[in-house]
């Protein structure tokens, strides 16, 4: 499916802000996307297996809330950035 | 300030230039003297926007580098480099606390903030402090890093750290000020902030509070055996018995194997107090250090007390104090100096240092007789280590 890459991610995709990856789950797409770009996950995603505070990610324009999140072929994933303040 | 008398065995004096690896609130720089150390030349910066806590040199190769950053969005991670800063990559496997069991509450490293070389015959081992207070350490020279479980899984860790804190001191708890011994790889010291001083004598497998002396004046409880606030503690890695401590209340040194700290802030003028981050050790005189105070009083402003900034040197092991302040503002400066950004070069005279929350950097030519500032406009600084070619 394809993955909406935010800046902040892209030097590990090589600049391309959508990338295309695997997985049934949330999970599996982010496992994924670190055998296709080593290290990305462990900047999204903390050793809990929690998202980061200032990381959000979308399916199909819904914010998912944890690893669990069933996915589909065609579905569509976005990362976004969000941190606020100066 | 006079040449260095120098005892037998202790190295001669390096004679090159001086790089200095600045860790920045937006990234790293690198700025280079000319042999004189009278021209600089700044670079970078590396990995910008990135939040730098701590570049370091490995002297047993002098080429590897390794940086502790994280961003504002992303998750720390700790960077590599083996061409001195040429090109970099990225830990295969940063600094992380192990997954917790179900329903559990597992810790999250939330910041990489120091890291040290490990002894000079462990080749590619390094030790990384964390925030929360978390100890790892690496054999590969950064590639993988795992855990000390003898602290982070130390039944009384969180009584030495005092909780898990959602809302630390500025930066958040964290642990720091990682020494080994140069006799003894097995031998480690760390600071805590807060917790204290912690001594391991088996490679980091346990640890005991080595706080004795230590003032803690924000416990209710007198002379305490952990919970100080140690800022910054250094080992001479020519003299490994003599450890100095600057701490959240006063300056400290203590003479292994005595287990009292003494004060040797006391010896600081009263108007200036004993109050500071950073601890730096002249790289070949034992009886040789700096301080930068900072005002801790009413609401601990952290800045430059009266707005005069000014180290201080001692010349006698903290029985006496000398202000150094030719150069710096002499009034209306306000900066602060945090505890990784102020260090000593290996030259002779020495060459002293220091990066402000404002952004300069600072050298004290002839071991701070005189300061000028050699770097301006930078991120505010959080880390300025010396390497002298």
Known sequence: MNVAVPSQLRDYTGGHAQVEARGATLAELLADLDRRYPGMRFRMIDEQDRIRRHIRIFVNQEQARDLGAALAANDEVVIVGALSGG | ?389
């Not at chain 2, 081992?125 to 207070?133: I, L």
């Not at chain 2, 590639?143 to 630390?168: D, K, Y």
């Open chain 2, 1 to 389: 300030m006079p040449k260095t008398k120098t005892r037998k065995g202790t190295p001669r004096p390096a004679s090159g230039s001086v790089t200095l690896l600045i860790g920045t609130r937006k990234g790293a720089f690198f700025i280079r003297s000319d042999r004189a150390r009278r021209s600089w030349t700044l670079a970078g910066p590396h990995f910008l926007g990135h939040i730098v806590n701590h570049v370091v040199l490995d002297p047993r190769d002098g080429k590897t580098l390794l940086c502790a950053a994280r961003a504002g969005h992303l998750g720390p991670t700790v960077f590599r480099s083996t061409d001195r800063g040429r090109t970099w990559k990225e830990a295969q496997l940063p600094p992380a606390f192990p997954k917790a069991a179900a329903g559990e509450k597992g810790l999250t490293v939330d910041h990489v903030f120091w890291l040290t070389p490990g002894h000079a015959s462990e080749l590619g081992v390094w030790y990384a402090g964390v925030s929360p207070p978390g100890l790892f350490r690496s054999e590969d020279g950064g590639v993988s890093w795992e855990g000390v479980a003898g602290f982070n899984a130390n039944p009384m860790r969180l009584a030495w750290i005092g909780g898990e804190q959602e809302q630390g001191p500025p930066g958040g708890a964290t642990l720091h000020s990682i020494n080994v011994d140069s006799r003894d790889a097995r031998h480690l010291y760390i600071g805590i902030s807060i917790g204290g001083v912690f001594e391991s004598s088996d490679r980091g497998a346990s640890w005991r509070p080595l706080n004795q002396g230590c003032a803690a004046d924000f416990l209710p409880v007198k002379d305490p055996e952990y919970g100080h606030d140690v800022h910054c503690m250094r080992l001479h890695p020519l003299a490994p018995d003599r450890l100095y401590q600057q701490n959240h209340c006063g300056i400290y040194r203590l003479d292994r194997p005595a287990e009292r700290w003494t004060r040797i802030g006391n010896a600081m003028p009263k108007a200036i107090g004993d109050i500071g981050f950073p601890m730096v050790l002249h790289p070949r005189d034992l009886d040789t250090v700096w301080v930068f105070p900072m005002d801790g009083g009413t609401v601990w402003p952290r800045v430059s007390p009266g707005g005069k900034p000014a180290a201080y040197l001692s010349r006698d092991g903290g029985r006496s104090w000398h202000r150094q302040d030719r150069g710096l503002p002499r009034k209306q400066g306000w900066f602060t100096v945090k505890r990784q950004a102020m260090c000593a070069d290996a030259r002779d005279p020495v060459g002293v240092y220091f990066g402000t929350t404002s952004g300069e950097v600072w050298m004290g030519a002839n071991g701070g007789a005189r300061w000028s500032c050699i770097a301006r406009h930078l991120p505010e600084i959080y880390a300025v280590e010396a390497v002298t070619a």
